[in-house]
């Protein structure tokens, strides 16, 4: 069984794929974008020229690492909590790079087309629930600024703002699997672990009996997608 927590940074998703993964005895896969990435360095370390030039690769090696990580893990069975899922790599940050004009439509084009096959591989059977987590622009702007990594302080509005809008035309029409959208503009998931107990119930209902039967049971923590 695998459960997806999607949203945007500032919404509490780390901190949620922990907390069902600690509760409910599931292995925990977290997102990491940077590790051993030859792109990034290229796609970030000129003028837009550049980020022009590697656009492409550099979202073919995320979508190849993803994949990658995915396979492992259904290899080695079990129950699994994801932080981030392969349908935010391609529909809200590779779109994104062709939205913004750092892909071209031949790039986009290849790159879908890549990723749809992918779709049809074991690897990417869907999740059994994606838990997706969302609250208005500015809710999540100001929790960005409290609480991100210091490049994310510094990140134009702009940016969050483009970010938050491909988010919520993805998932209004997201169907591959079921989604329990919760507005967490009440919650805070970082210091509050009610809200915390009160979100794992609500998972709790819509997944029984699939979830295991032992809580509290330590997560596993492995290699990052």
Not at 104 to 128: D, F, G
């Amino acid at each position: 069984m695998l459960i997806g927590v999607a949203g945007m940074v500032g919404s509490g998703k780390s901190t949620l794929t922990r907390a069902l993964a600690a509760r409910f005895g599931l292995q925990l896969a977290l997102e990491s974008v940077e590790g051993d990435n030859p792109w990034l360095e290229k796609f970030y370390g000129g003028g837009e020229a550049d980020m022009r030039a590697y656009a492409l690769p550099l979202q073919l090696h995320f979508l190849a690492t993803r994949f990658e990580s995915m396979r492992r893990m259904r290899g080695s069975g079990g129950s699994w909590v994801l932080d981030r899922t392969w349908y935010e790599d391609a529909e809200i940050f590779a779109r994104g790079h062709f939205e913004e004009g750092l892909m071209s439509a031949q790039e986009w084009t290849l790159y879908r087309r890549l990723y749809v096959e992918l779709l049809h591989s074991p690897a990417a059977r869907p999740p059994k629930l994606l838990v997706y987590l969302h609250a208005p622009l500015d809710i999540v702007v100001q929790r960005i600024r409290a609480r991100g990594r210091p490049s994310e302080r510094d990140t134009a509005a702009s940016y969050w703002a483009a970010l938050h809008a491909r988010y919520e035309r993805w998932i209004a029409t997201f169907t591959a699997c079921p989604v329990l959208s919760l507005d967490v503009r009440g919650y805070d998931l970082v210091s509050d672990t009610s809200a915390i107990e009160h979100i794992a119930n609500r998972v709790r209902q819509r997944l029984e009996p699939s979830l295991p039967q032992t809580d509290l049971f330590p997560a596993v923590l492995v290699g990052s997608p």
